[in-house]
């Protein structure tokens, strides 16, 4: 267990809609990142957050933003939803927001777009 | 630009085989991160490994091993005496090496999935 919890495991949604997904860092760390998952991409960076404040931008869509909130959890939303959105999506945090900090990976949130 | 790259897309071994699992990376930086990750059926990624690119010492814990070499780019990963637990995707990524700013994320390789048969 790497202290990384999000919620929720799965999601099923239909195209067009919005979901939120939802991440809390390990106790103590004030950096948190996003990555997408799906079978046409492998695995990818979408975002980081660093104590509130948006660090880094990776392949993230216009449709998809992020905030990290005053207690550190940060949430993704994703919106006008699509079939390829469909992915697994992982959050992963550490304690500062610089490259000498380790990641550590929570189990992901599976989104189904049908 | 940073680029991983794994090769092997699947691999099959029957238990008790050694394997090893390729990565190339491409980084014009000098001082970097390497990485793998194993992904079981359940879907979490495990942090198996990181070494400092300054560091080319071959590392061995248990039944695994990894071989470093910085004149070919090279990071390769060996399961001695596979077992059937082992069957995983296995990830190989690159960080940048950088103080003082942000560029912390990891850029992942395509994975390889390692099939270990009884």
């Known amino acids: 267990d790497s202290g990384v919890t999000q919620t929720p495991k799965h999601l099923i949604t239909a195209t067009g809609q919005r979901v939120t997904l939802r991440c809390s860092p390990r106790?103590?760390?004030?950096?948190v990142y996003w990555y997408q998952q799906s079978l046409d991409q492998g695995l990818q960076f979408l975002i980081q957050?660093?104590?509130?404040?948006?660090?880094a931008k990776g392949n993230i869509l216009e449709r998809f933003s992020a905030q990290q909130f005053p207690d550190l959890h940060s949430e993704l939303n994703l919106s006008s939803l699509e079939l390829g959105d469909s992915a697994l999506y992982f959050c992963?945090?550490?304690?500062?927001?610089?490259?000498?900090?380790?990641?550590?990976f929570g189990p992901g949130t599976r989104l189904t777009v049908t | 630009a940073q680029k991983v790259t794994q090769a092997q897309t699947e691999i099959s071994v029957v238990e008790k085989e050694d394997v090893t699992l390729d990565c190339v990376y491409e980084?014009?930086?000098?001082?970097?991160?390497l990485f793998w990750y194993k992904q079981p059926p359940s879907g979490e990624l495990v942090f198996l490994i990181r070494?400092?690119?300054?560091?080319?010492q071959n590392e061995i814990s248990g039944r695994y091993s990894w071989n470093f070499q910085k004149s070919t780019s090279s990071f390769n990963f060996t399961i001695t005496a596979s077992q059937v637990v082992d069957s995983a995707v296995y990830f190989c990524a690159l960080r940048r090496m950088v103080y003082g700013g942000s560029q912390g994320n990891l850029i992942f390789g395509k994975g390889t999935k390692l099939s270990v048969k009884p």
């Open positions: 957050y660093y104590n509130g404040e948006e660090r």
């Open positions: 992963a945090s550490s304690a500062g927001a610089t490259s000498s900090y380790e990641q550590y």
């Open positions: 106790s103590g760390d004030l950096s």
């Open positions: 980084t014009r930086d000098t001082t970097y991160y």
């Open positions: 070494r400092n690119s300054f560091d080319e």
